[in-house]
């Protein structure tokens, strides 16, 4: 019997939704009516209709002011965290707050292939995400987003809770990435800071080294000229000759031959840097570089923050650039003089701007 009543049901509703109405009066009905009552129907009817756009029309709006309070409240929060990532950019933070972080070494992946790149160092705030540009000779590019938030540093699925030891600095070695830059043997330093400068604060971006194809120099195939048959004349016997003993023969010194160091130990003495057009004394400073290593030497000017590259790469040390890359590279070859400490003066035009600089490089180990 349940059975029964639900298939009428579902039939009555069948029969309905198949029923043609007029005005929202059943079209039988209708047909019934007299003028008077379908004039009725038609003015209850539209006031049926006028009633229900109205609600719906209160209800949109009430909707769209909720959604443009929700947007205000989530710009006034981002507008309150960029506020507060600024200022501890400007050294107004708690200590860790702020930290420097050091790309080195290794390979990443752009496309179907792993790239060389040239050391890449920035500034980032607690709270705050960076994105970092990477693009390849061909014009591709992706970029790599790193995030420092809830006490950790963390990107390409890679995380670095905070630890003590980044006060002093830390190193992080042969480290590796699961997500789709692939990163492999990279070198991670991670050091708390105080303040960043203008310098930090401008969009990283890491720039991929050109590998240039081996030449290969083919030399052309020399026909072999027929052979030269000599015939000589018969000559007459030499008269015998008594043998006289050699002289003794003298070894040769020993001589030492001087072979590059495996480290050095490179000083800023002195230098100039300009700043807000006025030229300022730089801090000594001082660092050890060994061979195939690159760093970066930190100089100082007032409250302004440079960093300038070094690499020590075959005997020769690299200043501020890449080797053979660029003109404005300074390049020491090694010398003699090393052994005691040698001091060269420059003026450096390449990534930073220094005058009347005086460096001192003494040979290591």
């Known amino acids: 019997m349940k059975k029964i009543s639900i298939i009428c049901l579902i039939l009555a509703s069948l029969l309905a939704a198949c ?7 059943p079209q039988e009905n209708w047909d019934r009516m007299s003028e008077a009552e379908r004039i009725e129907a038609i003015r209850v009817y539209e006031q049926e209709q006028r ?3 109205q609600a719906a029309e209160e209800q949109a709006r009430r909707q769209a002011l909720e959604r443009e309070r929700e947007r205000a409240r989530l710009a006034a929060l981002e507008q309150e965290r960029q506020e507060r990532i600024e200022a501890i950019h400007r050294g107004e933070g708690a200590f860790g707050e702020l930290i420097r972080v050091r790309l080195q070494g290794g390979e990443i992946k752009i496309g179907d292939r792993h790239h060389h790149y040239e050391p890449l160092t920035f500034t980032i705030a607690d709270g705050e995400t960076r994105r970092i540009g990477v693009a390849d000779r061909k014009g591709r590019e992706v970029e790599l987003t790193v995030t420092y938030a809830g006490g950790a540093l963390t ?7 905070y630890d003590r030891r980044w006060g002093k600095g830390e190193l992080y070695t042969d480290t590796g990435t699961s997500g789709p830059l692939a990163l492999r043997g990279v070198d991670v330093f991670i050091k ?4 960043s400068s203008r310098f930090e604060r401008e969009v990283p971006r890491l720039v991929i080294i050109r590998e240039e194809p081996p030449v290969v120099i083919r030399e052309r195939e ?11 004349k018969e000559r007459p016997k030499p008269p015998p000759v008594t043998p006289v003993p050699p002289p ?3 070894q040769p010194a020993t001589q030492s031959t001087a072979h590059p160091p495996r480290s050095v130990a490179v000083a800023l003495l002195s230098g100039e840097l300009k700043v807000q057009g ?31 590259s070094l690499r020590y790469l075959n005997g020769e040390l690299f200043i501020d650039g ?5 003109r404005n590279d300074i390049r020491l070859r090694f010398e003699k003089d090393w052994k005691t400490g040698k001091v060269y003066r420059f003026d450096l035009k390449g990534k930073v701007f220094l005058e009347k600089v005086e460096m001192k490089v003494t040979a290591g180990e």
């Open 322 to 326: 890449t080797p053979g890359k660029g």
């Open 155 to 161: 990107f390409e699925g890679l995380r670095f809770p």
């Open 19 to 25: 029923t043609p109405y007029m005005y929202g009066v």
């Open 222 to 232: 020399r026909s072999t000229p027929p052979p030269t048959i000599i015939v000589e």
């Open 248 to 250: 003794p023969v003298r």
């Open 51 to 53: 009633v229900r756009r």
């Open 278 to 308: 006025k030229k300022q004394q730089v801090e000594p400073s001082t660092l050890r570089i060994a061979e195939g290593e690159s760093r970066e030497l930190t100089v100082k000017s007032g409250n302004e923050t440079r960093t300038v």
């Open 192 to 195: 708390v800071h105080d303040r």
